[in-house]
T-cell receptor, first 114, second 116 residues
Framework: AQKVTQAQTEISVVEKEDVTLDCVYE???????LFWYKQPPSGELVFLIR??????QNEISGRYSWNFQKSTSSFNFTITASQVVDSAVYFC???????????FGKGITLSVRP | DAGVIQSPRHEVTEMGQEVTLRCKPI?????LFWYRQTMMRGLELLIY????????DSGMPEDRFSAKMPNASFSTLKIQPSEPRDSAVYFC??????????????FGPGTRLLVL
């Protein structure tokens, strides 16, 4: 069975601080995909990144970076120099080759204070 | 390109009434998913379609819920009769057809349903 654990439920930081959101996953499949989605206060779910199980290269996109480590089954997300607009709920999700389902974590509520 | 379109964006109804939620997937996408989001249970997959055919409806909570996809550009999720515990945000998502990113689900803005 697939499982995604986001142990942190709420994080509060002051603007310009760096913050890391943790994600640990479980699957027996060798082929799988990991995702991060952002849900701002307006409620929509915004796709941020997709990573496949064969590509462990870290990725950087502006202030966002992702650290994928198969050895620890983790796919952590770091926001550098956080901004108030980063305040949102962030979901990590897992998709395996067995079916088309996305398994979501419970989400992490990030609050960035001015 | 337009994203996934959902209507209505907000719905307030009384217990016992029929509710119909609508979704238009991104053009060219061949899979469509319905999710429900609540504080208690988080994001739950209700049902998904591939090429307009329901593949897995194991997440549909009970017979009061039904979903259809009569064509590639339209799907409905119906609740009849509605109950207060159905109050949630309902999301529709779609995935591209046969591309290397076909696992990526793109979500609509959601329908916020309140059943009184």
């Amino acid at each position: 069975a697939q499982k995604v654990t986001q142990a942190q439920t709420e994080i509060s930081v002051v603007e310009k601080e760096d913050v890391t959101l943790d994600c640990v996953y479980e699957t027996r499949d060798t082929t799988y995909y990991l995702f991060w989605y952002k849900q701002p206060p307006s409620g929509e779910l915004v796709f941020l990144i997709r990573r496949n199980s064969f590509d462990e290269q870290n990725e950087i996109s502006g202030r966002y970076s992702w650290n994928f480590q198969k050895s620890t089954s983790s796919f952590n997300f770091t926001i550098t120099a956080s901004q108030v607009v980063d305040s949102a709920v962030y979901f990590c999700a897992l998709h395996t080759g067995a079916n088309s389902k996305l398994t979501f974590g419970k989400g992490i509520t990030l609050s960035v204070r001015p | 390109d337009a994203g996934v379109i959902q209507s209505p964006r907000h719905e307030v109804t009384e217990m016992g009434q029929e509710v119909t939620l609508r979704c238009k997937p991104i053009s060219g996408h061949n899979s469509l998913f319905w999710y429900r989001q609540t504080m208690m249970r988080g994001l739950e997959l209700l049902i998904y379609f591939n090429n307009n055919v329901p593949i897995d409806d194991s997440g549909m909570p009970e017979d009061r819920f039904s979903a259809k996809m009569p064509n590639a550009s339209f799907s409905t999720l119906k609740i009849q009769p509605s109950e207060p515990r159905d109050s949630a945000v309902y999301f529709c998502a779609s995935t591209p057809r046969g591309t290397h990113t076909q696992e990526t689900q793109y979500f609509g803005p959601g329908t916020r349903l309140l059943v009184l």
